[in-house]
Structure formats: structure tokens, C-alpha cells
């Protein structure tokens, strides 16, 4: 595994290598884990390099929307036993259905299937989606409520977490879950914080108390 990903990221000859020797020196605005984080981070730098992320961002989410949409196809880039190659016409196939892929986006993905990490493909598209949200200044925020909110009451939450450090110069990414076991009350999640302020969490805080006490 470890031989793998020192080939991708310093002489694997379709991909690293032809973005390796440009002058400037990039590094991705978050650091990822694990092997899609690493094999993410490796295509981020290459299309910033070449000033194609947009491009290569493109190719990314035609390529996931099919899987998403596709649960044979999904099947074929997971399997083991179908050949690499196979697999990676199968990808290019679905990439071309939206005019030509980017070279970058081509050659990762040849360079994918020589290590057999095809597999890891959804995984890989996610990884390089939360980077390009970091790229963007972008921050999730997720209120959870019993029931869903208006417009004008996530717009309150919204200002009133921009005027704090949770997301000071962030741009929030909102979205309401709706979760009626809470019975009342919100959870605010900003990026890997959370703020629980739910009637179901000081009910729980109310009968530790009590419990404590006898």
C-alpha cells in the first residue's frame, strides 16, 4: 500500500510526474488522512498547479452523479475481479458524456487504476469536495431541529454565528435536519463543533442531576 502512494506522489509517470516539476509550491488548505485523503490531496495539488481545480472539480461530480445514480455502476468500480482497464473505460465513458475530461482528471485516474484504487473512488471524489470547500472558505453548518425551520429563523442563526469565531470570515453552508426525537430546541454543528441547546439534551443534563443527588 505504502509503495503505491510513494509511486503516486512522486514517480508515477502519467500523473505525478508531469506536474511535479512546476515552479510553484502549493499545498492544500486542510489536511486529510487515510488513503483517499492522500490520493485526493495528490490530484488537488496537480489541478492547482495547472490552474484547472474548477475543471477537474467538473469532472468529479459527473463521475459521482453517476455512480450515485448508477448502483451497477457503482458495483463495476468496486469489484475486484473486473479488469483495470475495463473499469477505466467504464469511467472515461461516463466522463466524455459531458465533452472531453481534463488530462489531470484522466491521468489520476489511469494512475488509480494501475494501483487498483479504482474502489476507492466515491471516497477519493469526497475527499477532494471537502478540500475544495476549504479551497472555497466555505463552512457546513447543520441546524438540527424537531421541526423544519423557515428561512427567516436559519438567517438569525446564521448571522448570529458569522459575528462569532465559530465562523468569522467563513462562508456558512446551511443546512436543517429534522429530527423530532430532540422534542425541542436546536444543535448547531459548525464544521467539527457543536452547540446542543435541545430539550432532549437538558432533559438528559435534568435527570443526571437527580440521579446524582440520591
Known amino acids: 500500500m ?15 510526474r508531469g506536474y511535479a516539476a512546476a515552479p510553484a509550491v502549493i499545498k492544500a ?7 483517499d485523503g492522500r490520493y485526493a490531496t495528490a490530484l488537488y495539488t496537480a489541478a492547482a498547479r495547472q490552474n484547472t481545480l474548477e475543471a ?3 469532472d468529479l461530480k459527473t463521475l459521482n452523479s453517476a455512480v450515485q445514480k448508477d448502483a451497477a455502476l457503482k458495483s463495476f468500480l468496486e469489484n475486484p475481479t ?42 477519493v471524489i469526497a475527499s477532494f469536495e471537502e478540500l475544495m470547500s476549504a479551497h472555497r ?30 465562523a468569522e470570515g467563513k462562508k456558512l453552508l446551511v443546512s436543517n435536519k429534522v429530527k423530532p426525537d430532540i422534542l425541542g430546541g436546536i444543535m448547531v454543528e459548525v464544521g467539527d463543533k457543536s452547540i446542543d441547546l435541545t430539550v432532549s439534551a437538558k432533559l438528559a443534563k435534568l435527570n443526571k442531576l437527580i440521579t446524582d443527588s440520591i
Open 82 to 123: 473486473i479488469n483495470r482497464g475495463a473499469k477505466m473505460e467504464g469511467i472515461l465513458a461516463v466522463l466524455s458524456k459531458s465533452g472531453k475530461a481534463n488530462p489531470i482528471t484522466q491521468n489520476f485516474f489511469e494512475t488509480m487504476a494501475e494501483n487498483g484504487r479504482l474502489n476507492q473512488t466515491a471516497k
Open 29 to 35: 488548505p486542510v489536511t486529510l488522512f487515510g488513503l
Open 2 to 16: 505504502a509503495s503505491r502512494f510513494t509511486r503516486l506522489a512522486t514517480s508515477v509517470p502519467k500523473f505525478a
Open 137 to 166: 472558505n466555505e463552512l457546513p453548518l447543520v441546524v438540527t431541529s424537531a421541526k423544519a425551520l423557515d428561512k427567516a429563523t436559519l438567517n438569525k442563526i446564521v448571522e448570529s454565528l458569522q459575528k462569532s469565531t465559530l
Open 56 to 58: 477537474v472539480e467538473k
